[in-house]
């Protein structure tokens, strides 16, 4: 398992900007970035993967979030523009050895410890 360290978060009004950094000790397949609002389950908000840095994001976040990493593919981002309140929760930084078209967000081995994202109408 790789060890992984998210930075970031914090609060915003609506409309407003953050970006989420992932420090990972080490390069995997896919990452991606999930999300936990207070009451709800967590869900799949962005994920990379290969060595292409393919992408995909939830309906809710396209247009909106945008997901990259650095050229040694330690670190992972989250830019998140335009937030809404609905985008309030935890923020977790999650990685996989492979890739699944199926069910791509699912399956993830190893986990940061997660930041906290507010935003305020």
């Known amino acids: 398992q790789v060890q992984l360290v998210e930075s970031g978060g914090g609060s915003v009004q609506a409309g407003g900007s953050l970006r989420l950094s992932c420090a990972a000790s080490g390069y995997i397949y896919s990452m991606g970035w999930f999300r936990q609002a207070p009451g709800k389950e967590r869900e799949g908000v962005a994920l990379i993967y290969g060595g292409a840095g393919s992408t995909l994001y939830a309906d809710s976040v396209k247009g909106r979030f945008t997901i990259s990493q650095d050229g040694a593919k330690k670190t992972l981002y989250l830019q998140m523009n335009s937030l809404k309140p609905e985008d309030t929760g935890m923020y977790y930084c999650?990685?996989?050895?492979?890739?699944?078209?199926?069910?791509?967000?699912?399956?993830?081995?190893?986990w940061g410890q997660g930041t906290q994202v507010t935003v305020s109408s």
């Open positions: 999650a990685a996989k050895k492979y890739y699944s078209p199926y069910t791509p967000f699912l399956d993830f081995n190893s």
